[in-house]
Every structure is written in C-alpha cells, then in structure tokens.
C-alpha cells in the first residue's frame, strides 16, 4: 500500500500502533491503527460466498456521513462516506468475493466530498492488493 493513500487518513501524532490480531490470512482479518494511544482506523477483512443483501447496502448508505454507493477502480462493489465504507471485491478463487468493512475516526475525518475521496483513494489501494495477497483469482 502507498503511504500517500493513508497518510492524509492518519493524524499527527509521537506514537503510531498497528495492531492485528488476525492477520490478512486469517478469516476474519482484523487491523487497527491507533495514534497517541486514539483509535483512528478499523479495517476488517472477510471472505464471503455471496455478495451482500440490499439492505447491508442501505444501512452503510445511511451510516456513514455522506455514505453513497460509488464506482471503484476494481470488480466489485462499495458505499463510501468521508468516516467509513462497506466494499465487496469480487475474488473468483479462494472465494466469490472479498468483504472490507472500514471504520474511520478522529480529527482526519473531513466530513466533506474531498474527505470521501481521501478514503476512497485508500481502498483503491488497499483492497487490490488484499485481494491479491489472499490469493484471489479475479
């Protein structure tokens, strides 16, 4: 991953923790990034034989600020706000798709279009090479 895409989404700060607990090959994968002892980003990773219901769509759609389904660089499919996201990315093999769930807090979150796409260009970035490094055939 690029640290352009996820230093605009990351606050100042002395100390910066990465913790996850299930790593990227487990199932379900788990990362949170903590700044000065903050929870600033949750990334949880799924693998999924079926793509969501509508209504996982629409309760992303109203849950995160300026929440709406937007096009992606990759096959897949994705609700982004400025403060979180619901993506799937299809995989093909080892599984039908990919499921990143992206919680974003702190004083980062710029409630605004330009902070939607600060967080849109990080999952450009970051779900592809997941899906890779799972192994995904798609």
């Known amino acids: 991953m690029k640290s352009s895409t996820l230093s605009p989404l990351i606050p ?3 100390k910066l923790k990465k913790i996850d607990p299930f790593p990227l090959a487990s199932d379900p994968a788990y990362c949170d ?3 000065d002892g ?3 980003l949750n990334i949880t990773v799924r693998l999924t034989e079926e793509d969501l219901p509508p209504e996982d769509w629409e309760y992303a759609n109203a849950k995160h600020t300026l929440g709406a389904p937007r096009k992606i ?3 897949g499919t994705a609700v982004i706000g400025s403060d979180g996201a619901l993506v799937t990315a299809e995989c093909g093999r080892p599984t ?5 769930v992206v919680v974003f807090k702190g004083d980062r979150v710029e409630n605004s279009q330009a902070g939607v796409e600060k967080l849109q260009r990080f999952i450009e970035d970051f779900a592809p090479g997941a899906a890779k490094k799972i192994g995904c055939a798609s």
């Open 38 to 40: 903050i929870h600033v």
């Open 12 to 14: 100042d700060g002395e």
């Open 33 to 35: 990034i903590y700044v």
């Open 96 to 100: 039908e798709y990919v499921l990143f």
């Open 73 to 75: 660089s990759f096959p």
